[in-house]
């Protein structure tokens, strides 16, 4: 009797577990279904698409993918195609553009298949958690909820799975903090960001394990790239700063602070010493200073005004994160702070009384010249006119 009550446990669990995947399965197709039909309507129609550009050939092709991110609500990968592939990424590419990440994951993962088979694994399986690279269905706490694989929160060079509401995996659940990833473990699938793919991997073959047309299926047919090119948007401004790497969204990183300080100590430390040549300048070379920028136009408060303004102007583009004009201005700044620093040094030395030597050799001014030349000068003009006849004994 038990034996009978346990085998009709076991055949209604049985039976019951085989619906429920049944169920599954109708859900998950639907919700493929209703994922592609949504992208296709008039929202999106034309907006990830090859357009009139087709590639045939992908052989000398080459994809680099270089971040994750949500644009328009929608998690996108961006990416670059660059035509030659031997030039690792190193050339102009011929567009940078963005893909859905289900889209460009779905692409990889065949790519990636393609080339474990190349090699010899026919028994090769991709790892379980590459279902939700599609909308999947799961129950949580008797709620209907839908997973799937995109951008992750805290990094945009990796991926995580994300939880949403409906079929379409279009509405995020998220947390109070905003956060829509679960804790799902997607460390087996790594795309490759930031390093150059071929799209087409070539992987050593005998001649008598291949047919005719391997080599001509594998031109053309180049899942990774074909994917994403099939499913593309080209990246506009906002998507390109959107796609900036987060240290460059945030402003100033730590190696820019530093640098930026060690240019202002630099700076701040040359207009004291400036300061202090000026002061102890002679009163010939204040007026040979004064005549040379009265020549040119200029006053000493306009000078000074001109040196605040453009510190003040570096404080402004550097607050506005715009780094390549703050670090231009600051090199600047710093270069002529430097050599005008440089001249007084040089001009000092000369009216101090260090020993000039001319171009040919002699000497034009001996130390101390200044007050020597002009006592010895009273002297020889003291019994100027007058002769002294030589004392005969």
Not at 94 to 101: D, E, R
Not at 166 to 179: A, E, H, K, S
Not at 194 to 204: A, G, I, L, N, R
Not at 343 to 372: C, R, Y
Request: hydrophobic residues 35%.
């Amino acid at each position: 009797m038990w034996v009978t009550l346990l085998a009709i446990t076991v055949s209604r669990s049985v039976a019951e577990q085989q619906a429920y995947y049944d169920d599954q399965a109708v859900a998950n197709d639907d919700a493929n279904n209703a994922y592609n039909n949504y992208y296709d309507s008039s929202q999106y129609n034309g907006a990830f698409s090859a357009g009139d550009d087709t590639i045939t050939y992908w052989t000398d092709y080459a994809i680099l993918p270089k971040r994750c991110i949500v644009y328009n609500n929608v998690d996108v990968l961006v990416f670059s195609v660059h035509e030659e592939y031997y030039k690792q990424c190193q050339d102009s590419p011929i567009g940078t553009y963005i893909t859905p990440v289900p889209n460009f994951l779905q692409g990889y993962l065949q790519y990636y298949q393609q080339i474990q088979e190349d090699k010899g694994y026919d028994d090769y399986e991709l790892p379980e958690v590459a279902q939700y690279a599609y909308c999947t269905r799961i129950v949580i706490e008797n709620e209907e909820r839908w997973l799937q694989i995109g951008c992750s929160d805290d990094d945009a060079l990796s991926i995580a799975v994300n939880l949403y509401e409906d079929n379409t995996c279009t509405t995020r659940v998220t947390t109070n903090d905003g956060y829509d990833d679960t804790n799902i473990d997607v460390s087996e699938i790594n795309l490759p960001f930031k390093h150059c793919q071929s799209c087409v991997m070539w992987v050593d073959k005998n001649d008598d394990e291949i047919d005719d047309m391997f080599y001509e299926n594998r031109k053309t047919n180049a899942p990774l790239c074909s994917t994403a090119w099939n499913y593309k948007q080209s990246c506009d401004r906002k998507c390109l700063r959107t796609g900036l790497e987060s240290e460059s969204r945030e402003g100033w990183n730590t190696p820019d602070r530093v640098l930026l300080a060690i240019l202002g100590v630099f700076g701040f430390g040359m207009l004291i010493a400036i300061l202090n040549k000026r002061q102890n300048m002679s009163n010939k070379d204040a007026l040979l200073e004064q005549a040379a920028m009265t020549a040119a136009g200029l006053h000493q408060t306009h000078v000074v005004g001109i040196f605040l303004l453009i510190i003040l102007v570096v404080t402004v583009f550097g607050l506005l994160q715009l780094k390549n004009i703050t670090w231009a201005l600051l090199l600047i700044m710093n270069t002529t702070l430097f050599g005008y620093l440089m001249k007084l040094t040089v001009d000092s030395g000369v009216s101090t009384g260090e020993t000039v030597v001319g171009p040919d050799g002699t000497i034009i001014k001996h130390a101390e010249s200044d007050d020597s030349s002009v006592e010895s000068m009273s002297k020889n003009t003291k019994n100027a006119g007058t002769y002294m006849l030589p004392t005969i004994t």
